[in-house]
């Protein structure tokens, strides 16, 4: 017996949101690494990598909150969700990559300062460019973030460029100040190291989902002892929860209830009850519920 409810992890009231951001983040991004080419800026190109991060994480989002509403079909019986998990999954191999460049890259560059001439001036007004357009996406995130844990993910996403878009800014002072051009090396490095985190971070995920773990603050035993305090239940057993996608988490399990309650008619209730108990107490908004009365014994049980 099943649940049919549409899984709406992901609304297409914030899409307009998500587009506009993502469109400032694209332009902002091409922005800096024209800027980059021009001034000789590692720590920009390194922005505009993370920047990259950003713009990959709102398609993200963005391709999740349109792909979810897709209905399933007799191919893909639970629809197209986990297309979010693959293109995170190649957002996070290129974002390795590309940190990997910068690390080295801004390490040469500290050994050898002289090796490229960085214009200071350029770099300082791209730098502001971004700040500022960083800043207008943050505001158009603001009020939907409060309300949307995947609008949340998308804001802070994009606080992230902020910061970068400022360790940007001061090393262009420091450079336009003092001459000191390693400034540059070490604010790509600094960004490099704020990007690292994330995209391991963004495998990990990956990797639990495509695992089939349970998610990540989901305890089966908690699931396992509200289900038994439902009256008419007396076991619970092959209990799996797993997740599509980021908060798209699904549930199978099989539950023995009482002969009285088959007998009498309760089983649709229990039923209800169970699913009920998943969507409000955890969030789980597709499960599966096998019922079985006492000394049932499974077919393809094995050792």
């Known amino acids: 017996m099943h649940d ?7 609304g297409a009231s914030n899409r307009r949101l998500l587009a506009t951001s993502l469109a400032i983040t694209t332009l902002v991004m091409v922005v800096q690494i024209v800027g980059a ?3 000789g800026s590692l720590a ?13 994480a709102l398609v993200i989002a963005l391709v999740a909150s349109i792909v979810a509403a897709r209905p399933a079909n007799d191919r893909r019986t639970f629809g197209y969700q986990r297309a979010e998990v693959f293109g995170a999954l190649a957002n996070g191999i290129i974002l390795i990559l590309l940190s990997a460049w910068v690390a080295v890259e801004g ?20 730098a502001i460019v971004g700040l500022v357009a960083n800043g207008v996406a943050m505001w158009l995130l603001s009020a939907a973030q409060r309300r ?27 450079i336009l100040l003092t001459g000191w051009v390693q400034a540059d090396a070490i604010a790509s490095l600094l960004i490099a190291a704020m990007i690292v985190p994330r995209a391991i971070s963004l495998l990990g995920e990956v990797v639990s989902v495509l695992a089939e773990s349970a998610p990540k603050g989901t ?18 057993h092959d209990v799996h929860v797993w997740q599509l ?29 169970l699913q009920n108990c998943l969507s409000q107490h955890f969030d789980v908004e597709h499960s599966t519920f096998q019922l079985e009365p006492a000394g049932h014994v499974e077919h393809d049980a094995h050792a």
Do not use: C, K, W
């Open 4 to 10: 049919h409810a549409p899984t709406g992890v992901r």
């Open 37 to 39: 080419a021009l001034s």
């Open 44 to 56: 920009l190109f390194a922005d505009a990598a993370h920047m990259f991060t950003d713009a990959a």
């Open 107 to 126: 390490i040469q560059r500290l050994v050898d300062p002289g090796a490229v001439q960085v214009s200071g001036g350029l770099m300082l007004v791209v």
């Open 148 to 174: 949307s844990i995947n609008m949340r993910g998308a804001y802070l996403e994009v606080l992230g460029d902020l910061v970068g878009s400022a360790a940007v800014i001061v090393a262009a002072i420091v």
């Open 219 to 236: 305890q089966v035993s908690d699931i396992r002892s509200h289900l038994l305090s439902t009256a008419g239940v007396v076991d619970v």
């Open 245 to 273: 996608t980021r908060g798209a988490p699904v549930f199978t399990a099989h539950v023995v209830v009482d002969d009285a309650a088959l007998s009498d008619g309760r089983a649709g209730g229990i039923l209800s009850q």
